[in-house]
């Protein structure tokens, strides 16, 4: 015995998506495209380095027993750091 089974609904050859968006100038579309854009000397970036857990939690306790931020502490470290190897 043979069933027959149902066609399937024609598909649609129109699109229904609209327009593409028009093409950006070359300059706007190399500026989007990679992380070619270098900060400002005061501009705030980040910078990731690994330290051990020891050294974290030491750094924090340091920072906060003196109200200063984590980061403060570790310029004027390496301030002094800097104007120590310079002074020789």
Known sequence: MTVTAPKPPA???ASTKGAPPPAQPP???AAKSGH???AAPNDLV???FKVDAQFKQD???FATMHKMSMV???RQGFALLK???QAK
């Open 59 to 61: 750094l924090k306790m």
């Open 11 to 13: 598909k649609k050859t």
């Open 72 to 74: 403060e502490a570790l």
């Open 46 to 48: 980040t910078a990731n």
């Open 27 to 29: 300059e706007v579309a």
């Open 36 to 38: 070619t854009h270098q």
């Open 83 to 85: 104007a120590s190897k």
